[in-house]
């Protein structure tokens, strides 16, 4: 995306003679959040500018920041139908009756293990933390222990880890969560345990209660522990769910979550499962298990721990639209209509989390996008949320949620088949590389044929609207004609 390295205090911006902070805008724009971007540029033109950002740049690519910024101020801002709000009341909800800022938390995991990492991630903006996982047992993490799928511009759409639980100790960890709770009073702090035993699920509970978390978190769902019977192990067996949230809910009189493995065919088994253990929310989804990255010469999948590897957590955008599938799955549940869900999976940007909201989560966690892009991320999540909101006429976060659970079946038999919805090309855009007529001719129903100045052009007999085509153009220069035919 426009070849910004997305930098560390970044010396496009030191070198603005406007002041304008052209790498936040950039950043935005990679965040999917222009609108927001365009309606904050300041007014002040950078045309005429001699584009210093430019010459104190990093990317080895040329990235044109004054060409940026002037379709922004002169192309876009036209086009603006409202202004920035004025504040971020619209965002304000709850978990489970505790408020929260707005819908954002850390997920459970590495970005949120120290007290260090959670404050500067409470001072960024971010609502509360999902600490990471707290337990008894001696926790000693393997080297390297990550691995990624990487997309055409560098960024991660798929992060492998055989990470396991926080390395601290209870007691170190439960002083994290007193002095937390003292200097960040109206952050939320979402105690994630896992016990050994009912006794140790209960007893964790209690304990993290007394030192200050405004809720608890239920681990059912960890893909990497070394013992049987931990982690993902309990979220496949209903009846172990139900057993150790109602030891949990004997600890502690906040609300308890239970957390739950995405490796089964449905979840709602355990939901409701944990649902009758007493549970107050449910948080999906965690990692999945996965293996990548097999060396050709060694033949040891990645992460590689001295010639050996193993089947870890996979996470990313790339199961965004499994967690998607999963959390419309309880937002559709009557049985669960009561209860909190808190939605995670591969959210990046603003328009991610509104996917979610709109499946039924009321609110959101991230982990694997804070791991890439910093808490810095948090910005353009609450702002892009923020204006969509505004530019809506929505007056609260909590308008959202559910909205596309009618749209969603489990069925295909419910889809009308019986017109066709053509494609239509902009051939003032179209570079003429013909991958369009490609993918019809050998994935689709060569419907496509290029005329002398190398522009598709349909037949319409044998077009039947699958628009793989719209999906593989790289100019983006096909579109949805929604003009409907009968078969």
Not at 59 to 75: A, C, F, G, Q
Not at 150 to 159: L, R
Not at 413 to 435: I, N, Q
């Amino acid at each position: 995306m426009l070849g910004c390295l997305l930098c560390d205090r970044p010396p496009c911006d030191t070198a603005c003679p406007r002041g304008i902070a052209p790498a936040k805008i950039l950043r935005s724009l990679w965040f999917d959040n222009e609108d927001y971007a365009t309606a904050s540029l300041p007014e002040i033109p950078c045309r005429e500018c001699p584009a210093p950002c430019e010459m104190a740049c990093l990317s080895p690519r040329d990235v044109s920041i004054r060409k940026i910024m002037t379709r922004l101020d002169e192309e876009l801002r036209p086009l603006l139908d409202v202004e920035p709000p004025p504040d971020e009341k619209s965002l304000q909800t709850d978990l489970c009756g505790i408020s929260l800022e707005n819908p954002f938390l850390l997920s459970s995991s590495s970005v949120s293990s120290t007290y260090d990492m959670c404050a500067r991630a409470f001072e960024a903006g971010w609502a509360g933390a999902a600490f990471k996982t707290i337990c008894t047992m001696d926790i000693h993490e393997a080297s390297p222990r990550f691995s990624a799928i990487k997309g055409s511009d560098g960024s991660i759409i798929g992060f492998k880890n055989i990470e396991q639980l926080s390395d601290h100790s209870l007691p170190e960890n439960m002083e994290i969560f007193r002095q937390l709770k003292k200097n960040f009073p109206n952050k939320v702090i979402l105690a994630s345990i896992m016990g050994q035993d009912e006794k140790e699920w209960e007893e964790l509970a209690r304990t993290c209660e007394a030192n200050g978390a405004d809720a608890v978190e239920l681990n059912f769902t960890c893909p990497n522990m070394m013992e049987k019977g931990l982690g993902s192990d309990i979220g496949q067996i209903p009846e172990l769910v139900e057993r150790f949230t109602a030891a949990a809910k004997r600890g502690t009189s906040i609300p308890v979550l239970a957390k739950l493995t995405p490796n089964v065919t449905r979840m709602s088994p355990a939901a409701e499962a944990a649902l009758r253990g007493g549970a107050d929310g449910i948080a999906a989804i965690n990692t999945i298990k996965s293996i990548m990255g097999i060396n050709p010469h060694s033949y040891v999948s990645s992460p590689d721990v001295r010639g050996v590897s193993a089947v870890g957590g996979y996470s990313g955008s790339a199961v965004k639209p499994i967690a998607l599938r999963f959390v419309a799955e309880l937002g559709k549940n009557p049985a669960l209509a009561n209860m909190h869900i808190t939605g995670m999976g591969g959210i990046e940007t603003w328009q991610d989390a509104l996917e979610f909201l709109t499946m039924g989560a009321s609110s959101v966690q991230v982990t694997t996008a804070v791991m890439q892009y910093g808490y810095r991320m948090i910005d353009d999540l609450k702002s892009g949320l923020n204006y969509y909101l505004h530019e809506k006429g929505f007056t609260s976060v909590k308008n959202l949620v559910g909205l596309a659970l009618p749209s969603i079946s489990d069925s295909t038999d419910v889809l009308e088949r019986d017109t066709v919805v053509f494609p239509k090309f902009d051939h003032s855009t179209c570079a003429g590389c013909g991958r369009c007529r490609i993918s019809c001719a050998d994935g689709g129903h060569q419907a496509i044929t290029l005329n002398e100045k190398r522009r598709p052009v349909l037949n319409g007999k044998k077009c039947v609207g699958c628009h793989l085509c719209l999906l593989v153009c790289p100019t983006h220069s096909i579109r949805s004609s929604w003009k409907r035919i009968h078969k």
